[in-house]
């Protein structure tokens, strides 16, 4: 592992790099430092041998002066040669001086000519190797400026130095051994503290960071561990922080009442939240990048998105989808960004509600348009026809106005009904709630459809009256009850009868319930009796004066005070209509 490390190998390279130009550089100069040593050692054993030797030669005669100079250079190992002042050679130990050429010219022998020692180094050609040669003068037979030059090869360089670059040579592997082990050791301390960062960097990506990294020392990578846990500390605040936000912005997303879905540049969900869900049919987790033509059937919906991915513009429309029947729904759909290659985002807001409540408040505008219309019209033609004479038809004028008076009535009943609904509905707290007798609020009501009841012939019976104080206000509590008797009277038999019961309900209700022995009401209607302006017959209805508002009021009223009304029916035979309402 640390052998085939890049750390461990580049290590050894520039050691071996180094130990081998150090061999280099030092070959170079010891070679030279040994020629140079080895020529000065030669010299100076040559001159000391010509110092002896111009003593002995100083005295020697003439005629055995050759027999001499063999002699020395046996006994020296050199070659001795004895020059004459002017270059000629007297004797030589190696060769015959006849043969020999004037020597004047040489340099060691100028040399010594100027300083009375002169030393050259030249290549023999005869021997193939270098030669070291020394002069000295000295004065022969009473005359100076005689040579004796002594000469001796110089010995194999190389092999003195062989000796030495073996030497080396085991010094330098030596080394690289060395080398070796310490680098060894310190790649593969530096491949695991390089190790240990690597995992805590890579932890970082991954965000798997958990507790610090110690710098274990004081060099570069430990500066470098010190400034990746301090990065971390902070990568991690930030993480933190985003973390948080993301899953506050995912918890608004998520409670949101609004689908909201949004897909990536190519249509894939990357977030859609449990509204969408639900208006889409799915249940359970829904997979990140499923494609949307997985989730949503509806082309209408995919399209609006193709749309923006492609045009990077924001679009609304109203759309109805089939995985929601019977709702619609706004969808706006607008780019993530301006270049919208980071995807789309759609919104659905559920607006089934609110198209029926606009849907309830047209109907409204139309129905009570056409209730004004009637009377309206009744009123302007009787108006008209005693204007074009009937004033004199002493016969029909009094029933004309009579009917004029009606129609005026009831022109005046829908706008106090329509008014008194209006107050009710804008959702205004009653000016003070106060505690009202339920008892007291069925008296005044019993007065108000006495003479009716009367002119009908239907009784009115209070059976069972326990008396219950509730909270609201007591005249519109009046005006339940008086619709409530008023319509039981108004559709019931010529001797009819009307029975109401009051009895409390457990310790906080009381209930009261209106029976007729009328004409009842069909079981499909039942249901929507309590509309504005419904009504069973609608002929009959107008015929007593009705409204089609009075039921509405009486479930407003009921609703208000935090109670409940229901009715109960059997055709031809009557109808039980029913109060609950807490009590005070
Ligand atoms: P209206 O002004 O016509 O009485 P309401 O809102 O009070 O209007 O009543 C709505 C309709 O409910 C009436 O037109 C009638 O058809 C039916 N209805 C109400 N009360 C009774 C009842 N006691 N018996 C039979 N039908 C009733």
Same mark, same amino acid.
């Given at each position: 592992m640390t052998l085939r490390s890049p750390i461990f190998r580049k290590l050894l390279?520039?050691?071996?790099?180094?130990?081998?130009?150090?061999?280099?550089?030092?070959?170079?100069?010891?070679?030279?430092?040994?020629?140079?040593?080895?020529?000065?050692?030669?010299?100076?054993?040559?001159?000391?041998?010509?110092?002896?030797?111009?003593?002995?030669?100083?005295?020697?005669?003439?005629?055995?002066?050759?027999?001499?100079?063999?002699?020395?250079?046996?006994?020296?190992?050199?070659?001795?040669?004895?020059?004459?002042?002017?270059?000629?050679?007297?004797?030589?130990?190696?060769?015959?001086?006849?043969?020999?050429?004037?020597?004047?010219?040489?340099?060691?022998?100028?040399?010594?000519?100027?300083?009375?020692?002169?030393?050259?180094?030249?290549?023999?050609?005869?021997?193939?190797?270098?030669?070291?040669?020394?002069?000295?003068?000295?004065?022969?037979?009473?005359?100076?400026?005689?040579?004796?030059?002594?000469?001796?090869?110089?010995?194999?360089?190389?092999?003195?130095?062989?000796?030495?670059?073996?030497?080396?040579?085991?010094?330098?592997?030596?080394?690289?051994?060395?080398?070796l082990i310490v680098a060894y050791f310190f790649s593969r301390s530096m491949t695991r503290r390089i190790s240990r960062l690597r995992a805590f960097a890579e932890g970082l990506?991954?965000?798997?960071?958990?507790g610090g990294l110690v710098a274990d020392a004081e060099d570069e990578l430990g500066a470098l561990a010190r400034s990746l846990d301090?990065?971390?500390?902070?990568?991690?605040?930030?993480?933190?922080?985003? *973390?948080?936000? @993301?899953?506050? /912005?995912?918890?608004? &997303? +998520? =409670?949101? !009442?609004?689908?909201?879905?949004? #897909?990536?540049?190519?249509?894939?969900?990357?977030?859609?939240?449990?509204?969408?869900?639900?208006?889409?049919?799915?249940?359970?987790?829904?997979?990140?990048?499923?494609?949307?033509?997985?989730?949503?059937?509806?082309?209408?919906?995919?399209?609006?998105?193709?749309?923006?991915?492609? *045009?990077?513009? @924001?679009?609304? /429309?109203?759309?109805? &989808? +089939? =995985?929601? !029947?019977?709702?619609?729904?706004? #969808?706006?759909?607008?780019?993530?960004?301006?270049?919208?290659?980071?995807?789309?985002?759609?919104?659905?807001?559920?607006?089934?509600?609110?198209?029926?409540?606009?849907?309830?408040?047209?109907?409204?505008?139309?129905?009570?348009?056409?209730?004004?219309?009637?009377?309206?019209?009744?009123?302007?033609?009787?108006?008209?026809?005693?204007?074009?004479? +009937?004033?004199?038809?002493?016969?029909?004028?009094?029933?004309?106005?009579?009917?004029?008076?009606?129609?005026?009535?009831?022109?005046?009943?829908?706008?106090?009904?329509?008014?008194?609904?209006?107050?009710?509905?804008?959702?205004?707290?009653?000016?003070?709630?106060?505690?009202?007798?339920?008892?007291?609020?069925?008296?005044?009501?019993?007065?108000?459809?006495?003479?009716?009841?009367?002119?009908?012939?239907?009784?009115?019976?209070?059976?069972?009256?326990?008396?219950?104080?509730?909270?609201?206000?007591?005249?519109?509590?009046?005006?339940?009850?008086?619709?409530?008797?008023?319509?039981?009277?108004?559709?019931?038999?010529?001797?009819?009868?009307?029975?109401?019961?009051?009895?409390?309900?457990?310790?906080?209700?009381?209930?009261?319930?209106?029976?007729?022995?009328?004409?009842?009401?069909?079981?499909?209607?039942?249901?929507?009796?309590?509309?504005?302006?419904?009504?069973?017959?609608?002929?009959?209805?107008?015929?007593?004066?009705?409204?089609?508002?009075?039921?509405?009021?009486?479930?407003?009223?009921?609703?208000?005070?935090?109670?409940?009304?229901?009715?109960?029916?059997?055709?031809?035979?009557?109808?039980?209509?029913?109060?609950?309402?807490?009590?005070?």
């Amino acid at each position: 592992m640390t052998l085939r490390s890049p750390i461990f190998r580049k290590l050894l390279w520039s050691a071996f790099l180094l130990i081998a130009a150090t061999l280099v550089v030092l070959d170079f100069y010891l070679t030279r430092y040994m020629a140079q040593r080895q020529r000065e050692n030669v010299e100076q054993r040559l001159a000391a041998q010509a110092r002896l030797l111009t003593y002995e030669a100083a005295g020697v005669p003439r005629p055995i002066l050759e027999p001499w100079a063999r002699d020395a250079g046996a006994r020296a190992e050199t070659r001795v040669t004895v020059i004459d002042p002017a270059g000629m050679v007297l004797a030589d130990s190696q060769h015959d001086p006849e043969t020999m050429e004037n020597h004047a010219s040489r340099p060691e022998i100028q040399a010594a000519h100027r300083g009375g020692q002169g030393a050259a180094i030249r290549h023999s050609a005869t021997l193939g190797r270098d030669l070291c040669y020394l002069a000295m003068t000295f004065a022969y037979d009473g005359k100076p400026g005689h040579i004796l030059r002594l000469a001796v090869p110089l010995e194999d360089v190389d092999a003195a130095i062989a000796a030495v670059r073996w030497r080396i040579l085991g010094a330098s592997l030596a080394a690289a051994l060395v080398a070796l082990i310490v680098a060894y050791f310190f790649s593969r301390s530096m491949t695991r503290r390089i190790s240990r960062l690597r995992a805590f960097a890579e932890g970082l990506v991954d965000a798997r960071i958990s507790g610090g990294l110690v710098a274990d020392a004081e060099d570069e990578l430990g500066a470098l561990a010190r400034s990746l846990d301090r990065m971390a500390t902070q990568l991690r605040e930030l993480v933190d922080r985003l *973390s948080l936000e @993301s899953a506050r /912005r995912e918890a608004i &997303l +998520a =409670s949101m !009442v609004e689908g909201v879905l949004a #897909v990536d540049n190519e249509l894939r969900v990357t977030f859609c939240n449990q509204s969408f869900a639900r208006v889409v049919g799915v249940s359970g987790e829904i997979p990140q990048r499923l494609p949307l033509l997985e989730l949503v059937r509806d082309p209408e919906l995919l399209d609006m998105l193709t749309h923006v991915l492609v *045009s990077g513009q @924001s679009i609304k /429309r109203r759309l109805e &989808l +089939a =995985s929601a !029947v019977g709702r619609t729904f706004e #969808v706006q759909a607008a780019p993530l960004s301006a270049s919208s290659h980071r995807g789309a985002i759609a919104i659905l807001y559920d607006i089934t509600d609110l198209e029926r409540l606009e849907r309830v408040r047209k109907d409204f505008v139309a129905n009570v348009s056409h209730e004004l219309r009637t009377p309206l019209t009744a009123i302007r033609g009787y108006a008209e026809t005693l204007l074009e004479g +009937a004033l004199e038809d002493q016969e029909n004028n009094r029933r004309f106005l009579e009917i004029i008076k009606a129609h005026a009535i009831r022109l005046n009943n829908i706008a106090s009904d329509l008014l008194i609904l209006s107050e009710l509905e804008s959702g205004k707290p009653p000016a003070e709630p106060e505690r009202v007798s339920v008892r007291g609020a069925l008296e005044t009501a019993f007065h108000t459809v006495e003479s009716e009841a009367k002119l009908r012939g239907v009784a009115v019976h209070g059976d069972k009256l326990e008396d219950a104080e509730v909270t609201g206000d007591k005249v519109r509590l009046e005006q339940a009850l008086i619709n409530l008797l008023d319509n039981a009277v108004k559709f019931n038999r010529p001797g009819g009868e009307v029975h109401v019961d009051v009895v409390r309900v457990g310790d906080d209700q009381v209930r009261i319930a209106v029976t007729d022995s009328g004409i009842g009401i069909p079981s499909e209607d039942l249901s929507r009796i309590f509309e504005r302006f419904y009504r069973v017959d609608k002929a009959r209805s107008r015929e007593m004066g009705g409204t089609g508002l009075g039921l509405s009021i009486v479930k407003h009223v009921v609703e208000r005070m935090g109670g409940s009304v229901t009715a109960e029916s059997q055709l031809g035979r009557g109808s039980t209509f029913t109060v609950l309402l807490p009590r005070a």
